[in-house]
Every structure is written in C-alpha cells, then in structure tokens.
C-alpha cells in the first residue's frame, strides 16, 4: 500500500471516528447528568434488656456519593454507562457503639476512619425496553435495596424492564452478590436471620426474579412477581393498587401477599410462610390518615433477602413485624405543611402493635423464658418523622431531618432510637 493511500485511509478513518463521535455525543454526554449527594448521618440506638449483648449503638459519619449517568447513544439501539462512587468518614465512634450500619468494623469492633467504593453499569435501550448490566440498587416487591444509612445497598447482575406493550411493565432480573449498605466488597446472598428463624450464614448462588405490573386504569395497579434464591427459598407476590377521588380528597387502598418456601436443597431448612400486608386510607387537604391490617402464616417467620428491605406496611426503623404467626395492627398520619403555607416541611406519625407471635424460633433470652411460660410474643413501635427542605436562600435544597422512635417487646430487647439527617445534592 502506498504511503498517498495509507494517508487517504487515514483520514477516511479520522473522518469516521469523528462522525462516530459527534453523533454519540449528541445522546451519551449531551443527555448525560451528574449529581453530589452530602449525607451528614447521626444515629443513636439504646437497648434496654438483662439480654442485650450492646447496650448502645451510636455513631456520626459523613457521606459523599458521587453518581455520573450518562445519556444513550443514537439510533434504535442506545448504549450508555452509569457510574457511582461512595466515601464515608467517621466523625464519632466507639467499639462498645459501633455497628450502627453506619461504618464497616473489624473484628476489635472498631470502626474504620473511612471507606470508599464504587459501581458501574452498562446500559442499553430499545424502543421502550432498557437492560442495565452491572451495580444494580432495584426497589422491587421481593427484591427491595435497603437505603437507609449513609449508602444503598448495591447487588451486582442484569436487569430488564420492558413497556413495549402498552400497560405493562415486565421485568426480568439476576443477581449473585451483593454489596451491604457498610460494605465495601460484593458478597454471597443471603436470608435475613430473623431473630434466629433463619441461618444467616447460609449462602446462594444467585437470585432469579420475574415480575409484571399490569395497569387497566389509571388509578390501578395490578402486580405478579416471582424470584428464588438458588438452593434456599421461592417467593411468591401478588398486589392490588387502588386510588380514587372522593369528596375533597383522594381514597385509596394497597393489598401485598407473600408467598415462601423452601427450594433446591433447602438449605434453610423448612420455609413456610404465607403473609397478607395491607394499608388503606384517606387524604385531603395536607392530612393523609391511614392504616392496615397483616398477617402471618405458616411455621416459619417472613422470608427475604439479607440486608434488604420486607416491602412490608409493618416495616419500621426497628422492628418489622414479620415473624411467625405474627399479626399486626398499623395506624399512620402524614402531614403535609403546603397546605398551611410551609413547603418543605413533612411530618409524618406510625403507629404498629403485633401479637400473636410464635416465639419458638427466637434465638433471644426473653423469647425462651415466652416458650417456658407457653406464652405468645407481643411487641409494638412508635416512630416519628419530622423533614424540612430549605426552598430558598444560600441554603437552598438543603434537607434536615428528625427520626424518632420507640419499640417495647416480651421477646426481645426494648429499644429507643433517633436518627439525625442534614443532606445536600448539588446537581449538574
């Protein structure tokens, strides 16, 4: 080849690339977004209990959250990559305080001075289908990642979520690891102990999940899920989603039902549990009045994914209200104080009492001396949550918030919690 034609296919080629370039351009970094999330995270938890192995557990840290998304690439296949990277430092701790969640350990019980860690995920898009590849942090019935410390928890597989087909959404996903809220590595999958129903050192391989969202109306969500941990559980999720105007405000109901079992090799043991979750109520003019009813049946307490949320209406900072047998009563009221003028400021007020819980899985003192008596485990949480978010001024956006809470048990440690949170996101 002739050095004129090797300078010929050299520009062609330049002249390709640099097509190539402006074009992707114009969707991957145009349509990209970058955001700096500061999270300024208190937390204080004191047991009472002959029982507790901790009296405390308080700590103060910062966190740092960095998350750069790109846009997709032209033409009916886009691509696109997302990335996130994570610092946390230690303001206040102690060994006899440490394991809020908040910061990793060592084996002294010591919290490290900081940590860092970092996801990608590559993304793709046809049509109205998108497939990520990579960090995933999914917010899903039977698979929920649990956000509430200074980081989400982060797994690592495929994800598919497809609205091709007008009123569905189908979903498709799998997962072998995952990355807890205080972790900086990706580590086996595992079932939440439950307050010993479970072995939480039992591992699986990998998770599968199926899931599709129908909406005939509006206002109506119809939902079927499936997912299974390889060699230790299936669960099952069924929902119903309704809202309807009625007088000056807005009627509306949710019904969630669960369904586990054991799989595979069971290595869990026995997996039987079947859990009704619902929650209904009225809102009107900045007042949200709700509540609900959920029950559980079978042997064995609630089943899910270690480190995750239940995606239960029980759930509070404390306890969840998800053991065997266990039923449970829900009272809530949100207010919202637009309605008087005050945009930003939330507050919000929970109230859940459990009985009838078979207390023969429980690991703790207190359940033991229930089973010699012949006893059932009776429990109840109070929490408060009071937000403000600064809508103007050199501290624009700017979000404080107040968590408080208050949980009493016949079967397990009492406890009384608060969490402080100042967070900050500036967007690009």
Same mark, same amino acid.
């Given at each position: 080849?002739?050095?004129?034609?090797?300078?010929?296919?050299?520009?062609?080629?330049?002249?390709?690339?640099?097509?190539?370039?402006?074009?992707? #351009?114009?969707g991957f970094v145009d349509d990209g977004k970058g955001s700096l999330e500061l999270r300024n995270f208190y937390f204080d938890r004191d047991f009472?209990?002959?029982?507790?192995?901790?009296?405390?557990?308080?700590?103060?840290?910062?966190?740092?959250?960095? %998350?750069l998304q790109s846009g997709f690439t032209p033409g009916p296949l886009g691509f696109g990559l997302d990335a996130v990277g994570m610092l946390g430092i230690k303001l206040d701790s102690s060994p006899d305080r440490s394991g809020s969640g908040l910061l990793p350990r060592g084996s002294d019980r010591r919290a490290v001075d900081d940590y860092s860690k970092a996801v990608g995920t590559f993304k793709a898009r046809f049509s109205q289908t998108e497939v990520r590849v990579g960090g995933l942090s999914p917010q899903l019935p039977l698979l929920a990642a649990n956000n509430s410390r200074l980081f989400p928890q982060w797994f690592n597989g495929a994800q598919l979520v497809s609205k091709d087909l007008d009123r569905f959404t189908f979903t498709a996903l799998e997962v072998d690891s995952t990355k807890l809220r205080d972790s900086t590595d990706f580590e086996d999958l595992t079932a939440m102990a439950q307050q010993g129903a479970y072995p939480a050192s039992v591992t699986g391989d990998r998770l599968y999940y199926a899931g599709v969202d129908y909406q005939p109306l509006k206002n109506l969500t119809l939902s079927l899920h499936t997912s299974q941990l390889e060699e230790l559980f299936r669960r099952d999720f069924a929902g119903f989603k309704y809202k309807i105007g009625l007088g000056p405000g807005d009627v509306f109901t949710e019904w969630r039902y669960f369904a586990a079992r054991e799989t595979g090799r069971e290595l869990l043991g026995k997996v039987d549990n079947r859990t009704l979750s619902t929650h209904f109520g009225y809102a009107i003019?900045?007042?949200?009045?709700?509540? +609900?009813? #959920? %029950?559980? !049946?079978?042997?064995?307490?609630?089943?899910?994914? +270690? +480190?995750?949320?239940?995606?239960?209406?029980?759930? #509070?900072?404390?306890?969840?209200?998800?053991?065997?047998?266990?039923?449970?009563?829900?009272?809530?009221?949100d207010y919202d104080f637009a309605a008087l003028g005050v945009p930003g400021?939330?507050?919000?007020? !929970?109230?859940?009492?459990?009985?009838?819980?078979?207390?023969?899985?429980?690991?703790?003192? %207190?359940?033991?001396?229930?089973?010699?008596?012949?006893?059932?485990?009776?429990?109840?949480?109070?929490?408060?949550?009071?937000?403000?978010?600064? #809508?103007?001024?050199?501290? %624009?956006?700017?979000?404080?918030?107040? !968590?408080?809470?208050?949980?009493?048990?016949?079967?397990?440690?009492?406890?009384?919690?608060?969490?402080?949170?100042? +967070?900050?996101?500036?967007?690009?």
């Open positions: 080849m002739t050095p004129f034609v090797m300078q010929r296919a050299s520009l062609m080629l330049a002249t390709v690339c640099c097509a190539f370039h402006s074009a992707a #351009q114009a009472h209990g002959d029982s507790a192995t901790q009296s405390r557990r308080g700590e103060w840290a910062q966190g740092f959250m960095l %998350k003019k900045g007042h949200t009045f709700s509540g +609900g009813y #959920q %029950k559980a !049946r079978g042997n064995t307490a609630y089943a899910y994914v +270690g +480190g995750t949320d239940t995606y239960l209406f029980s759930e #509070q900072q404390v306890s969840t209200f998800a053991l065997a047998n266990e039923r449970a009563w829900m009272m809530r009221y400021l939330t507050f919000n007020l !929970r109230y859940v009492k459990g009985d009838q819980v078979d207390p023969s899985a429980i690991s703790s003192v %207190k359940a033991g001396r229930l089973r010699a008596s012949g006893g059932e485990g009776q429990e109840w949480e109070r929490t408060t949550d009071l937000s403000y978010v600064v #809508q103007s001024g050199a501290l %624009k956006n700017v979000s404080l918030r107040w !968590r408080n809470a208050t949980m009493r048990s016949n079967f397990a440690d009492a406890a009384d919690e608060n969490r402080v949170i100042v +967070g900050y996101i500036i967007s690009f």
